[in-house]
Nanobody, 121 residues
Framework: VQLQASGGGLVQAGGSLRLSCAASGRTFVNYFVAWFRQAPGKEREFVAAVGLSGARTNYRDSVRGRFTIYRDNAKNTVYLQMSSLKPEDTAVYYC???????????????WGQGTLVTVSS
């Protein structure tokens, strides 16, 4: 499956952004999808993941309540709605897909190219 991430940009602290991850190539509904992020000089970290139907979600503690992950299988797209953004959310955000959900980047075989989110204070 091929993934295309988009929607990043520059936003002030407290603002909102919505990231999109568009999939093509294989049956999208068969894949779990996650968002990871990587800040300069830091390791890639798990942000959120969504199950096959969208009913099951998982978040890292620091974004729970501020970020929402959801999917539209008819459009082969997963979204990450980010609100109340903080400067520490600044990173390149990547979407990933696989047939199992994992909190580790090593557990995901398919990756998008990344989209930069910059939150100014």
């Amino acid at each position: 499956v091929q993934l295309q991430a988009s929607g990043g940009g520059l936003v002030q602290a407290g603002g909102s952004l919505r990231l999109s991850c568009a999939a093509s190539g294989r049956t999208f509904v068969n894949y779990f999808v996650a968002w990871f992020r990587q800040a300069p000089g830091k390791e890639r970290e798990f942000v959120a993941a969504v199950g096959l139907s969208g009913a099951r979600t998982n978040y890292r503690d620091s974004v729970r309540g501020r970020f929402t992950i959801y999917r539209d299988n008819a459009k082969n797209t997963v979204y990450l709605q980010m609100s109340s953004l903080k400067p520490e959310d600044t990173a390149v955000y990547y979407c990933a897909a696989d047939d199992m959900m994992s909190l580790s980047p090593e557990g995901w075989n398919y990756w998008g190219q990344g989209t930069l989110v910059t939150v100014s204070s």
